[in-house]
């Protein structure tokens, strides 16, 4: 069974809009496309899909925007090329080596942990939130940025319960991000 971890940038005071933290530099880069290597597949809803594609998917053209700079091609490539699951029920069809996921969210995500590999890795807002309440993350990651933000969505905002965590790992950035890594803890009666 692959366990599917959930990573995100968040601020100090919570929030975990794409744009609120500091901007990418070399180290974090390097640590994303890491994290983005050891998933077998990538796991988004509709609306992390859709920013994740128009920002990363290589252009039909093979040459990379110009607005991308060296330091993220690693990534771009590397995200690219994974394989995708995305999650939605609005959408009627995916590209960019992606397939949809339909149905009851709990057992279909149950299946696709199931099957060999590393891990599954899923970002973003509300599919997270949705795989929190079902029990289904097996590893949270939150690289918390030295900004407060002051607005935007909040990191696992309406949790329906609370859940126990243990810390597992951290890295310090030299921006200052820190990185921390928690299993969820089981609570036995």
Not at 110 to 135: F, I
Request: with cysteine.
């Amino acid at each position: 069974m692959r366990p599917l971890r959930y990573s995100i940038n968040v601020t100090l005071d919570g929030c975990c809009h794409h744009e609120a933290g500091l901007p990418p530099d070399e180290e974090s880069m390097r640590y994303w496309t890491a994290e983005m290597e050891r998933a077998d597949a990538l796991l988004f809803g509709r609306v992390t899909y859709e920013m994740m594609e128009s920002a990363w998917r290589k252009p039909a053209t093979g040459t990379w925007p110009d607005w991308m700079d060296e330091l993220q091609v690693p990534f771009a490539e590397t995200i690219d090329r994974a394989k995708k699951y995305v999650v939605s029920s609005t959408l009627s069809g995916v590209a960019w080596s992606a397939e949809l996921v339909r149905g009851d969210l709990g057992p279909a995500v149950q299946r696709l942990k199931q099957e060999s590999g590393e891990g599954l890795w899923v970002g973003g807002v509300t599919l997270p939130l949705a795989l929190a309440d079902l029990g289904l993350i097996d590893e949270y990651e939150f690289l918390v940025q030295p900004v407060l933000a002051g607005h935007g969505p909040t990191l696992l905002a309406g949790l329906r319960e609370r859940i126990q965590l243990e810390l597992v790992g951290r890295r310090e950035f030299r921006s200052g991000v820190v990185a921390l890594r928690y299993l969820p803890t089981r609570v036995t009666a």
